[in-house]
């Protein structure tokens, strides 16, 4: 097995700010779903919706470039996850599923990253980009089963967030000797709800994905935001759009302690 000489502290710090600044933007995104869970806003927000919210904001352009930073420094984080699995350093076959989905979570977040820069140079970015793309693949042969095959897998990652939330392995992400009982309670408490709350969002965006592609219509494709909104057109919706947005908030909260007591093995 190989081992890393040399220092790489830097890949530490630059995923604890990323953490961090990924749990700001969704306490946001909890923080606003509560107005429209509670029946006097009229749209759930979604990531991208939070960047426009943050430009417009008392010096808007600044926080706008620090958000823009943190995206890109946890899309490294995940990126370094999925090329050198630093945590494993392993080449087991098993760890092939894991780091394709660090690889993906990189990308999402890479893309963030670079709308965010978008709307700080005032370049107008296109919000329908996941229906264009759905309806190129549908186009293709055999589109709709390719669309149904992503949704499952976006699906499958919902039900496994739920799960490892409540794994040994959860445990295992925290320096829990850094903290005192009640943090740990507390920290296991708030982390297990707010990774479910975002597991059933995700399973959410995946049955979109499926029932646009057994319609084969794009529109029916929605990210976080279209997945709150769906949520709360349903019957007792708003009840349950009301446990998701607090459950974001939790999630938020859970990011900003992995930002300090993350095990980060290099």
């Not at 010096?59 to 420094?73: I, Y």
Request: proline share 3%; charged share 15%; no cysteine.
């Amino acid at each position: 097995m190989r081992k890393l000489n040399t220092d790489n502290s830097w890949i530490e710090r630059v995923a604890r700010f990323g953490y961090a600044v990924k749990g700001v933007v969704y306490l946001i995104v909890g923080l606003l779903a509560m107005p429209v869970a509670l029946g006097i806003g009229d749209e759930a927000p979604g990531t991208s919706d939070v960047l426009q919210i943050i430009v417009t904001q008392p010096f808007g352009k600044f926080l706008l470039t620090v958000v823009a930073v943190g995206l890109a420094s946890y899309a490294v984080w995940r990126f370094f996850q999925a090329f050198v699995d630093p945590e494993y350093q392993s080449n087991n076959a098993n760890r092939v599923i894991p780091r394709l989905g660090y690889a993906i979570s990189g990308a999402s977040y890479a893309g963030l990253a670079v709308t965010a820069v978008q709307i700080i140079a005032g370049v107008s970015s296109d919000n329908r980009w996941r229906q264009d793309w759905t309806a190129r693949l549908l186009a293709q042969p055999f589109g709709q089963w390719l669309v149904g095959i992503v949704g499952v897998v976006v699906l499958g990652i919902g039900v496994s967030f739920a799960y490892v939330a409540f794994t040994e392995r959860f445990r295992q992400r925290l320096q829990l000797k850094q903290m005192s009982t009640a943090q740990v309670k507390w920290a296991m408490g708030i982390g297990r709800f707010g990774v479910t709350a975002r597991g059933v969002a995700f399973g959410v965006i995946g049955l979109l994905l499926i029932q646009a592609a057994v319609q084969s219509d794009p529109d029916e494709v929605q990210g976080l935001g279209g997945a709150l909104q769906t949520l709360a057109e349903e019957t007792f919706g708003r009840w349950l759009l009301g446990i998701i947005a607090v459950g974001l908030i939790a999630y938020a909260i859970h990011l900003l302690i992995l930002a300090r007591y993350r095990r980060i093995r290099i």
